[in-house]
């Protein structure tokens, strides 16, 4: 079941910002988000916003999905006036390679109709292993694409049983080397660390597999129990136990060896690149409070402290946008001291670190101590900065309650 959408103000039906949030476009990088609703199964962790082909029957489907969007991108460009190009594009999902490449190129293409590229536009797709080819991958690049995340998870089979992920085992890097072969010179692979029943083995042989794909960044994350899933269910049932945060903070540390190891640094908690360039720009973007129009059903979106959602039934978004209104489900408006918690919250999660004077007297007073625990770098806090230590990096959210 994917999770619930917060609880905000009404949006207008013409999609309107006030011209606060306007003030000032173009001076942010801006980014594009398009969620793509469709997926051939629904993986047993996963709380998105992503519908099977049986849980949709008839009311949806990629074409009238696809109308959707083109319409929802024409009226972020009408309610934005002089619409910045874009300089991210993000296709998520979801699925999106079940669109095929010929799908996905149409995607594009209404992106480019509706705000146009920055000239070194990144250009960003998630693909399922099992759904793409050396065909596929020729064709997306030919379209635009720049950058592909691939989700691997694990290379372990009885890890990606416990996960419900449908493919195989050594897809992940074949496929990236694949991408690699068509042009792409940053591919992406997602792993999972701390699944019920994964071994200190287990872990070490994706990292491998990892580094045996030859790509340029990787993002790991620690498995979370969403409430409402299949995983959830059955961790109730006692069928699988929860994750132990202890065993997480290992299997972190085991994490970030391999890729330092591998040539990669970290530049963000759970994400690591080969250098600057291997970075994900619509991700930092996100970091960093930017702009960005999120399109698509559930997708939110952020322009100049307005943050916003939209319905999550792909038949509804469809619905809505036909009768010339806007998808959005609710919006809110964030207050000095929200974007400060914010600031705090995401960009402590960067290696760059958070600028000091970010804080208030209390958060200075507690970044000293932080410092003092090891939790910040106490070089960098005099020269004004909170950067996080490694050890800080294990306990990230802790260090953001104190210094909020």
């Known amino acids: 079941m994917p999770s619930a959408l917060p609880i905000g103000d009404p949006a207008p039906p013409d999609g309107s910002l006030p011209v606060t949030a306007l003030t000032g476009l173009g001076t942010r990088p801006f980014g594009v988000y398009v969620h793509v609703p469709f997926c051939a199964t629904r993986c047993g962790y996963c709380d998105f916003n992503t519908y099977t082909a049986g849980e949709l029957g008839t009311s949806a489907s990629p074409g009238s999905w696809l109308e959707g969007l083109r319409r929802e991108l024409d009226l972020a460009a009408a309610v934005l006036g002089t619409a910045p190009a874009a300089d991210t594009v993000f296709v998520g999902g979801g699925t999106p390679s079940l669109l095929g490449a010929a799908g996905l190129a149409d995607v594009l293409a209404a992106v480019r109709s509706s705000f146009g590229l920055s000239a070194d536009a990144e250009v960003t797709t998630e693909s399922n292993p099992e759904s793409t080819s050396p065909e596929f991958f020729a064709g997306i690049r030919d379209a635009g694409y720049t950058r592909v995340s691939l989700g691997m998870q694990s290379a372990a089979r009885h890890v990606l049983t416990v996960l419900d992920r449908a493919h195989t085992p050594g897809r992940p890097p074949a496929a990236a080397r694949e991408a690699r072969a068509a042009g792409f010179e940053h591919v992406n692979l997602d792993l999972i660390y701390g699944t019920p029943g994964e071994t200190a083995d287990d872990l070490r042989a994706s990292l491998d597999a990892v580094g045996e794909a030859g790509v340029d960044h990787v993002s790991a994350y620690a498995l979370i129990v969403e409430e409402g899933t299949a995983l959830a269910r059955r961790v109730r049932r006692g069928e699988l136990p929860m994750p132990d945060d202890d065993v997480l903070a290992d299997k972190y540390e085991m994490v970030d060896a391999a890729l330092t190891g591998q040539g990669l640094t970290w530049y963000e908690v759970s994400n690591w690149a080969a250098s600057p360039a291997a970075e994900c720009r619509h991700n930092v973007l996100y970091w960093q409070g930017a702009d960005w129009w999120g399109a698509g059903p559930g ?106």
């Open 299 to 404: 997708a939110h979106s952020h322009v100049g402290g307005v943050r916003w959602w939209n319905v999550k039934h792909p038949a509804k978004y469809s619905e809505l946008l036909a009768a010339g209104t806007s998808p959005a489900a609710g919006r809110e408006a964030l207050s000095a001291q929200d974007r400060r918690i914010e600031r705090v919250l995401l960009e402590l999660r960067l290696a760059v670190g958070l600028p000091v004077d970010v804080l208030d007297d209390a958060g200075r007073a507690e970044a000293k101590a932080a410092a003092a625990d090891g939790l910040l770098d106490a070089d960098a806090l005099d020269r004004g900065r909170c950067v996080l230590t490694d050890r800080g990096r294990l306990l990230a959210d802790a260090v953001v309650h104190r210094l909020t």
